[in-house]
């Protein structure tokens, strides 16, 4: 559990190191346009969304609240893994170090609690 946090810890700031690094070096309408230019750049990009769609199915499956799923999934669409590393850490900490709960989160009987 402790390697699985340390791995999230770092995933997060590697994302925050980049994020930063790109609004502060780069252009997002040119470097954007560039990238849909480039038959590879889309593929990144379907890469990418298909990813976020995977995990956002895990994040669908192991939250119970409907509120809190779709606050999770459209996190997870507009800022992608950075959401996805907090994601991780929030499961991974309210586990009480049990991979079970880490994966499945505290689900009850019914797909959604309401509270």
Same mark, same amino acid.
């Given at each position: !559990?402790?390697?699985?946090?340390?791995?999230? @810890?770092?995933?997060?700031?590697? /994302?925050?190191?980049?994020?930063?690094? #790109?609004? %502060?070096?780069?252009? *997002?309408? +040119?470097?954007?346009?560039?990238?849909?230019?480039?038959? @590879?750049?889309? /593929? &990144?990009?379907?890469?990418? $969304?298909?990813? *976020? #769609?995977?995990? &956002?199915?895990?994040? %669908? $499956?192991?939250?119970?609240?409907? @509120?809190?799923?779709?606050?999770?999934?459209?996190? !997870? /669409?507009? *800022?992608? *893994?950075?959401?996805?590393?907090?994601?991780?850490?929030?499961?991974?900490?309210? &586990?009480?170090? &049990?991979?079970? +709960?880490?994966?499945?989160?505290?689900?009850?009987?019914?797909?959604?609690?309401?509270?």
């Amino acid at each position: !559990m402790k390697a699985a946090k340390i791995t999230a @810890w770092l995933c997060l700031l590697a /994302m925050i190191g980049g994020l930063v690094n #790109a609004f %502060v070096n780069g252009d *997002f309408l +040119v470097d954007g346009g560039a990238l849909l230019d480039n038959p @590879w750049g889309v /593929m &990144s990009l379907i890469d990418l $969304y298909v990813g *976020f #769609a995977l995990f &956002s199915i895990w994040i %669908v $499956y192991r939250e119970t609240t409907l @509120w809190k799923i779709i606050l999770w999934v459209t996190a !997870m /669409m507009i *800022f992608g *893994f950075l959401t996805g590393s907090v994601y991780v850490l929030k499961a991974l900490y309210e &586990s009480d170090d &049990s991979w079970e +709960v880490a994966l499945n989160g505290k689900r009850r009987g019914g797909p959604y609690e309401q509270t």
